[in-house]
């Protein structure tokens, strides 16, 4: 299994950004997806989470403006992120379990700086 994050960038406050997370060697359908991030100095926190239902989760501080989806297509979970804040700076990883075991990808960087 392996998941690869894609999107990430330098950004103005109040922009936005979409973050992929592409998967292979599972299905992203049947298990549940998350994303995290880790900004300097900080421990990694949840952020979102989409499960193999179709239901969603959100961190409080970014409810009402990240989005999760799922292209089951494309085999990808996105992170739409709209009005972000310099708070939000930090590398964002995907994160799935499969059978037992934890995957994580390797992690894009957002940075939110005017």
């Known amino acids: 299994v392996k998941l690869v994050e894609s999107g990430g960038g330098l950004v103005q406050p109040g922009d936005s950004l979409r973050l992929s997370c592409k998967a292979s060697g599972t299905v992203i359908s049947t298990n549940f997806v998350a994303w995290y991030r880790q900004a300097p100095g900080k421990e990694r926190e949840w952020v979102a989470t989409v499960v193999s239902g179709g239901a969603f989760a959100y961190a409080d501080s970014v409810k009402g403006r990240f989005t999760i989806s799922r292209d089951n297509a494309q085999n990808t979970v996105h992170l739409q992120m709209n009005s972000l804040k310099p708070e939000d700076t930090a590398v964002y990883y995907c994160?799935?379990?499969?059978?037992?075991?934890?995957?994580w990808g390797q992690g894009t960087q957002v940075t939110v700086s005017s």
């Open positions: 994160h799935s379990n499969v059978r037992g075991a934890n995957y």
